[in-house]
């Protein structure tokens, strides 16, 4: 069964956990207006930690979504 967690405090942002039979799968993610969720990174976890790496391709792409939307969706 996946698991969600908050992985900043920074813009809502969330990470998924999926745990396949030999992977273990990250999909980051943040809630957008109304029902809509957006997926922002996904990847496989090799290590035990998060790499930061990995978080910051996630924010960068968060910031860049919210950049392009109109000002009231914000």
Do not use: C, W
Request: no cysteine.
């Amino acid at each position: 069964m996946p698991f969600s967690r908050s992985i900043t405090s920074q813009d809502s942002l969330f990470e998924l956990r999926i745990n396949g039979e030999n992977n273990i799968y990250r999909i980051f993610y943040f809630h957008f207006t109304g029902k809509k969720f957006v997926l922002l990174h996904a990847f496989i976890q090799k290590t035990q930690k998060t790499p930061d790496k990995e978080i910051k391709i996630a924010v960068t792409r968060l910031k860049d979504y919210k950049n392009q939307q109109p000002q009231e969706k914000r």
